[in-house]
């Protein structure tokens, strides 16, 4: 099962990669990555979604290098 997760993942990750260009954007990426990872993890993905989709949103504001507008 974390194998099929895994490939989940890289494929949702290379598809967002190239529109993050918005905060909601880099939010919507990170709820899907968080959730994919908590549930391959063993962890709930409910939380991994609210936890990766806050780092998504706010990492412009917590001056994350590469992480601007476009």
Same mark, same amino acid.
Do not use: H, K, Q
């Given at each position: 099962?974390?194998? +099929? *997760?895994?490939?989940?993942? *890289?494929?949702? =990750? /290379? %598809?967002?990669?190239? =529109?993050?260009? *918005? #905060? %909601?954007? +880099?939010?919507? &990426?990170? %709820? @899907?990555?968080? &959730? /994919?990872?908590?549930? @391959?993890?063993?962890? *709930?993905?409910?939380?991994?979604? /609210?936890?990766?989709? @806050? &780092?998504?949103?706010? =990492? +412009? #504001?917590?001056? /994350?290098?590469? =992480?601007?507008?476009?």
């Amino acid at each position: 099962m974390p194998i +099929r *997760s895994f490939l989940l993942f *890289s494929t949702l =990750c /290379v %598809a967002l990669s190239g =529109c993050l260009a *918005s #905060d %909601a954007e +880099r939010g919507l &990426a990170g %709820a @899907a990555g968080g &959730a /994919v990872i908590g549930g @391959a993890t063993g962890g *709930s993905p409910l939380t991994g979604a /609210v936890i990766g989709g @806050a &780092a998504g949103y706010f =990492c +412009r #504001d917590l001056n /994350v290098p590469g =992480c601007r507008n476009n």
